[in-house]
Every structure is written in structure tokens, then in C-alpha cells.
């Protein structure tokens, strides 16, 4: 059973830098094919897609947020991180890590729960 | 990059069909059968409908089709449920980002 986790602060001052963490169950992030990715949602508002990490390591990301987004893994404790700097208000969504529906998908199959996030000051 | 182009709302009775559209350009949906849909209830993560954008997962109800002409993708919904009400995302694969772009979503009210 395929599970993903998401954790990291509830609020956050602007100019910070925000930590996510996603914890996942059920697969490991080594297996070829193997992709999880972010995403976002402000309240009442869109999706949006952040950025993913695949098995070996390749990154992608949106191209507005790419200079402020950083996403790497730790595959032995079966997290993925992503880290957004200079936060603004405008950042205050829910955000969700989902893992890509295997080699050659561009489908997001399984989704965590979500954590929002505030940022204010 | 901008977003896929739906519809702001949807709206049908029980027992009828609703398609929903999604436009994009032959960067993304024009370009490549690697359109996806989602349901998202209200506090909900969103749950995957369609993906190629054709193809339903295990235990999506059949109800759900996906089809795509052009630039433009739709999800039809046939036999319209109370359940059916919520907000629904298309994506695309794109190759600006090479991974997805969404669209801004639409909301279906089951009247």
C-alpha cells in the first residue's frame, strides 16, 4: 500500500526559507520509474505543480519558481525534501507531495493528505 | 507558463452527462497523450480519474471518460451522482517544465 506523508511548519515569516518533508510507505524512491513531486494549492484556488524528483536523482521544476525551489531525497529514511526560499504571503497554500505514476507517466497516482502552510508575519 | 484553460463551473441534474474542457496549446495538451483529470472534494487531496488521456485507473467507475481533440481534452461524466460534486482538474505534460502544468479547475454542482 502506497502511502505519502507530508510534514513541516505551519507558519512561516517572509524572507524565510520553508522545509517540507514527505515521508513515503509502500515503494522505495530507488526503484526505476520512481517519481514524487510537489504541489501546491492556495486556499480556494488551483493547483499547481512545484517540482519532482525522480529514482536517479533527475530534477524538474516550474519554471516561475524554479530560482527559489530545491528538491532532493534521502532514499534510506524514504523522504523527499523540498525547500522554498524567500517565502511571501502569496506562498500560503496547502501543499501536497504525490508520487508520479512510474517510468514514462506523467500522472500523479497517489497523493498525501496535504500540510498547510501560513506565511505572515 | 499559464495554466490549462477549463471552465470556472459545471452544472447537471442526476441520471445526465457534463463534459468538461480543457485547452492548452500544442506545447502540452496538443502535443502529447499525457493528459490526466482529478476529483478533488472539498478538504480533499485531489484523486486521480483519468491519465493518457484516456485511461482510468483501477476502480474509477466507468461513468468517467476522457477524450482529447486538438489542443483541447475533456472529461465526460455520464449518469450524473450527488457524489459527482467537486472541483475537477486536468493536466498536462508540457514540455516548457518537461513534467505538468494544471488547469485552473472547475467546479461541477450536481443540481
Known amino acids: 500500500q502506497i502511502t505519502l506523508k507530508e510534514s513541516g511548519p505551519t507558519l512561516v515569516k517572509p524572507t524565510q526559507t520553508l522545509t517540507l518533508t514527505c515521508t513515503v510507505s509502500g515503494f522505495s524512491l530507488s526503484t526505476r520509474g520512481v517519481g514524487v513531486g510537489w504541489i501546491r494549492q492556495p486556499p480556494g484556488k488551483a493547483l499547481e505543480w512545484l517540482a519532482l524528483i525522480y529514482w536517479d536523482d533527475d530534477e524538474r521544476y516550474s519554471p516561475s519558481l524554479r530560482s527559489r525551489l530545491t528538491i532532493t531525497k534521502d532514499t534510506s529514511k524514504n523522504q523527499v525534501v523540498l525547500t522554498m526560499t524567500n517565502v511571501d504571503p502569496v506562498d500560503t497554500a496547502t501543499y501536497y507531495c504525490a508520487h508520479n505514476g512510474g517510468a514514462g507517466s506523467y500522472c500523479l497516482n497517489y497523493w498525501g493528505q496535504g500540510t498547510l502552510v501560513t506565511v505572515s508575519s | 507558463q499559464s495554466a490549462l484553460t477549463q471552465p470556472a463551473s459545471v452544472s447537471g441534474s442526476p441520471g445526465q452527462s457534463i463534459t468538461i474542457s480543457c485547452t492548452g496549446t500544442?506545447?502540452?495538451?496538443?502535443?502529447?497523450?499525457?493528459v490526466s483529470w482529478y476529483q478533488q472534494h472539498p478538504g480533499k487531496a485531489p484523486k486521480v480519474m483519468i491519465y493518457?488521456?484516456?485511461s482510468r485507473p483501477p476502480g474509477v467507475s466507468n461513468r468517467f471518460s476522457g477524450s482529447k481533440s486538438g489542443n483541447t481534452a475533456s472529461l465526460t461524466i455520464s449518469g450524473l451522482q450527488a457524489e459527482d460534486e467537486a472541483d475537477y482538474y486536468c493536466?498536462?505534460?508540457?514540455?516548457?517544465?518537461?513534467?505538468?502544468?494544471f488547469g485552473g479547475g472547475t467546479k461541477l454542482t450536481v443540481l
Open positions: 500544442s506545447s502540452d495538451v496538443g502535443g502529447y497523450d499525457y
Open positions: 493536466s498536462s505534460y508540457t514540455r516548457i517544465s518537461t513534467y505538468v502544468v
Open positions: 493518457d488521456v484516456i
